[in-house]
């Protein structure tokens, strides 16, 4: 198996960036499938909601900074993001000698649209979800643009956006 750069997944919370994971990772045979929050979970031994709320925000930071440093060695892993590791700007640095960034990018009615009844982002738990989730993209947006590629998910088919993602990935590697 060839040592081929990461295809790291960043972007909002309801980007697509699980979803697209799994199906990249279904169709890169010799790719495994990595969810940084999944992963952050079993190192914290609880659920995300949990760690923010008996450990705050920058306890879940730490965490997911320290596997970003794992990981980013790696090679051959689909790794989707949680939505905020572009606030440190040292794990897109990271990522970037060893993997290629792809931003799925979505307006924010889109974003709103799909998440809107999910109850386990801690993010969100705001007065106003929809206005903390626009103040949110506003905030990261700068830091999502320095991914190498940008794939817009309004209106796509997933397995569109997979090709895209995959025609762009071999362009480059």
Do not use: C, W
């Amino acid at each position: 198996m060839d040592n081929k750069k990461n295809i790291v997944l960043i972007g909002m919370m309801g980007a697509g960036k699980s979803t697209i994971g799994h199906l990249l990772d279904e169709f890169l045979k010799d790719f495994s499938y990595l969810d940084m929050d999944k992963e952050i979970e079993k190192l914290a031994q609880k659920h995300i909601e949990e760690i923010f709320a008996q450990d705050g925000e920058a306890h879940f930071r730490d965490l997911e900074h320290e596997l970003i440093k794992k990981y980013s060695n790696y090679h051959n892993q689909v790794i989707a993001t949680g939505g905020g590791i572009v606030e440190n700007i040292e794990n897109i640095n990271l990522f970037k000698k060893n993997s290629v960034l792809f931003y799925l990018s979505a307006s924010s009615d889109e974003l709103y649209k799909r998440i809107a009844n999910t109850t386990h982002r801690p993010l969100l738990k705001h007065p106003n979800p929809k206005e903390r989730l626009k103040e949110l993209i506003k905030r990261r947006e700068p830091f999502y643009k320095k991914a190498d590629f940008e794939i817009k998910t309004d209106k796509k088919e997933l397995l569109d956006i997979v090709k895209e993602i995959i025609a762009k990935y071999e362009s480059i590697a």
